[in-house]
């Protein structure tokens, strides 16, 4: 167990809605990742937030948004779905503000299907 | 670009054999290197990571990885696999030139015969 917590673990849902993606990092931890896996793209960074603040963007849609909150949990938030959204959902969490400097500790996964 | 690259795709290994998994990355410098693995149906695992010093570091479940800076390469070995060792492997690079944000191979999916 990482101590990352991501709910819900499984979202079906049909094209042109959207969900919300929920994520718990380790206790202490201050900064937040986000990844999407999928068979065809592989394992594709997101969205890094650092004690509330983004530090920086990967391949992240603009129909995808997160946030960090106050208490340093993290919400994903995809919107107008299209079925090439359905994939693994990642959370990661580390201590630090650099990520290619600190362990990322990964949560189960939210895995969406979009139908 | 900075990348990282992961030439297997897959891999299959008997059970007892040894194991390499190979990982190249294009930077200038030494970047920090890592190794994670996703057993099926998991999240990704840290098993080893260099940053400096002796290049030849030791991680979880009896896996090792050695940087070689003249071939930009921080290859993943283990000396005798076990079934439970089946599942993905990726190796990631973080560097000044991106900012310290992570850089992810691809991805080697480990199969074991038995």
């Known amino acids: 167990d990482s101590g990352v917590t991501q709910t819900p673990k499984h979202l079906i849902t049909a094209t042109g809605q959207r969900v919300t993606l929920r994520c718990s990092p380790r206790?202490?931890?201050?900064?937040v990742y986000w990844y999407q896996q999928s068979l065809d793209q592989g394992l594709q960074f997101l969205i890094h937030?650092?004690?509330?603040?983004?530090?920086a963007k990967g391949n992240i849609l603009e129909r995808f948004s997160a946030q960090q909150f106050p208490d340093l949990h993290s919400e994903l938030n995809l919107s107008s779905l299209e079925l090439g959204d359905s994939a693994l959902y990642f959370c990661?969490?580390?201590?630090?503000?650099?990520?290619?400097?600190?362990?990322?500790?990964f949560g189960p996964g939210t895995r969406l299907t979009v139908l | 670009a900075q990348s990282v690259t992961q030439p297997d795709i897959h891999i299959t290994v008997s059970e007892g054999a040894s194991l390499e998994l190979r990982c190249n990355y294009s930077y200038g410098a030494t970047p920090y290197l890592f190794w994670y693995v996703q057993s099926p149906g998991q999240g990704l695992q840290l098993l080893l990571k260099y940053f400096s010093g002796d290049t030849l570091v030791q991680g979880i479940k009896g896996f090792e990885a050695e940087f070689k800076r003249s071939q930009s390469s921080f290859n993943l070995r283990k000396p005798s696999v076990h079934w439970s060792d089946a599942a993905e492997y990726f190796c990631?690079?973080?560097?000044?030139?991106?900012?310290?944000?992570?850089?992810w191979g691809a991805g080697t999916k480990l199969i074991i015969k038995p």
């Open positions: 206790s202490g931890d201050l900064s």
């Open positions: 990661a969490s580390s201590a630090g503000g650099l990520a290619g400097y600190n362990e990322q500790f």
């Open positions: 937030y650092y004690n509330g603040e983004e530090r």
């Open positions: 990631a690079v973080g560097h000044m030139d991106s900012n310290y944000q992570l850089i």
